[in-house]
């Protein structure tokens, strides 16, 4: 089983730049030049409308930051935990230490002010309301399936327990005024 994970692993290590450079992703990085957890891209909303609790309200066509979590990269460093508990923190504190980076980001970017915040997809949301993400269902039943399908590849290699798989992937909001609030230079965080 472990050669396996290893196969898959490298197989996907493979593949990740190819799904990168055609996705057009960016990486996010820090002032010396390192690269954060995320990779983003900019995207119209075209899911329902809501209402997040600051009262920012996105509706379809609405420009938000797409965030994705650069997975093989993870999975490396969640292959060698042997709990769920320490992944599942290993992957809060690596989102807690990138979201001041993305911050910069955001505020730095030529589309600052269209963008209304950032949206992210996972099955991994528990915690997330501590890092300020508003969590939403996805109504869609074949998105819904599609994504926890996308998903599969790396409980399967990260040694998740099935379980946990079953949790339905759900949309992460964040408004940029709660991002740069919580996450901003200013911020004492």
Known sequence: MVKMRQCFLTIWSVLDPIYYFCS??????????????FRVRLMKYKGRDIV??????ITKNDLLLKIHLHNVRLIRELIRLDSEIKKGRLIYEQVKRGLPNLTEYLQCHEQFADIKGIVGITILNKGCERLGFETFSIINPFYKWYKQMAFAPMYLISQFRLDSF???PKYLFMSKDKLIKLYGCQSDQ
């Open 166 to 168: 079953r949790r339905p």
């Open 24 to 37: 057009r992703l960016e990486y996010i990085e820090d002032k010396t030049r390192n690269r954060d957890i």
């Open 52 to 57: 997040l609790s600051d009262g920012t309200e």
